[in-house]
């Protein structure tokens, strides 16, 4: 199984909503990753997740909270957020090691969440 | 801050004809270098990469090379079809104090193949 999935594939929510974006894959990978893409735009880092733990927080809002439950799963959670964030959500998954001494292999993208925010 | 240039951001070409986009990093501690290609609605695919030990690497009409004193790489496609026509991107590891390394994305080109 060499595929990241994400669900669910649209989301809209209003600005008081409370939501979740999953992701799942089965490759063995230790890194998983959260990205935001705006139309046009490259996808821009949000979370780093390695063998669980949080690595990278690029200054994201707290609006936005990242949960990594076990080596196969990675979760987005969302509160409060503004019609600015209504973007693609993407997670991507790679081989990484604990200490980080080895470049990161390829990213995997999911087919990421549409979000939008009203 | 470390960045990723890439050029151009939009170029056309006839069915058949050969594509080029360059991509120049700033963090000479850059190691590898992957190039991903996204269709419209559709998630980033990795086309091919090159890590820095190598020049040149190419899978069949794909073929990338790596300048590590000018710290820039190109993507090269050949006989190009419709169906390469997407938005391509390219990246640089960018290695941090911690040792987890995370991808600088460059700003995008989209390729339009003519047909």
């Known amino acids: 199984d060499t595929e990241v999935t994400q669900t669910p594939k649209h989301l809209v929510m209003g600005m008081t909503n409370k939501k979740s974006l999953k992701c799942e894959q089965h490759?063995?990978?230790?890194?998983m990753y959260w990205y935001k893409q705006k139309a046009k735009k490259p996808p821009e880092l949000m979370f780093v997740?390695?063998?669980?733990?949080?690595?990278i927080n690029e200054s994201v809002p707290s609006r936005f909270s990242p949960e990594c439950p076990n080596s196969s799963l990675l979760n987005l959670h969302l509160h409060a957020l503004q019609p600015e964030d209504s973007a693609l959500y993407l997670c991507?998954?790679?081989?990484?090691?604990?200490?980080?001494?080895?470049?990161?292999?390829?990213?995997?993208f999911g087919p990421g969440t549409r979000l939008t925010v009203t | 801050g470390e960045n990723v240039e890439q050029h151009p951001s939009t170029l056309s070409v006839q069915e058949g004809d050969s594509a080029v986009i360059k991509c120049t990093y700033s963090?000479?501690?850059?190691?590898?270098f992957p190039w991903y290609k996204q269709e419209l609605g559709k998630r980033p695919q990795l086309i091919i990469d090159?890590?820095?030990?190598?020049g040149e690497k190419k899978d069949q009409r794909i073929a990338v090379t790596l300048n590590k004193t000018a710290k820039h790489f190109s993507l090269h496609i050949t006989e190009t079809q419709p169906e390469d026509s997407a938005v391509y991107f390219c990246?640089?590891?960018?290695?941090?104090?911690?040792?987890?390394?995370?991808?600088?994305f460059g700003t995008g080109t989209r390729l339009k193949v003519l047909a």
């Open positions: 490759m063995g990978h230790r890194a």
């Open positions: 997740y390695s063998y669980e733990k949080l690595s």
């Open positions: 963090d000479s501690a850059s190691n590898y």
């Open positions: 991507a998954s790679s081989q990484d090691s604990p200490s980080g001494r080895y470049p990161t292999y390829e990213q995997y």
């Open positions: 990246a640089a590891t960018h290695s941090r104090l911690s040792g987890t390394y995370k991808y600088i």
């Open positions: 090159i890590r820095s030990n190598v």
